[in-house]
């Protein structure tokens, strides 16, 4: 996992098992949200907002699709974001949707 400084963010690189596995747990936990931040040409960006802590993730986009959302350039202007529901994510691990 690599960690990236942008502006006031830190961006942690993560493979779309690891982030899939994220997603399973916060399924039960309520006071997590997600966020889509934004793309660039390789990666999507999944924010992953908690009442003390927040994470921003990149992503390979092939592996880690956002759908039904209008993609737009990575943001670090967190009212740009955009709430992820359970419809607007696809996870592609291992070849298998």
Not at 39 to 56: G, L
Not at 68 to 82: P, V
Request: with cysteine.
């Amino acid at each position: 996992m690599s960690l990236y400084s942008c502006g006031g963010n830190m961006i942690k690189t993560i493979d779309a098992g690891d982030l899939a596995a994220e997603w399973g747990d916060a399924i039960n936990n309520s006071s997590e949200s997600w966020w889509y931040a934004g793309s660039d040409d390789f990666s999507n960006f999944i924010a992953i907002k908690r009442p003390y802590s927040s994470v921003v993730y990149k992503v390979d986009k092939t592996a880690v699709q956002i759908e039904g959302i209008i993609l737009f350039e990575f943001s670090e202007n967190q009212a740009d974001w955009i709430n992820i529901k359970s419809n607007n994510i696809k996870f592609d691990v291992g070849g298998n949707p």
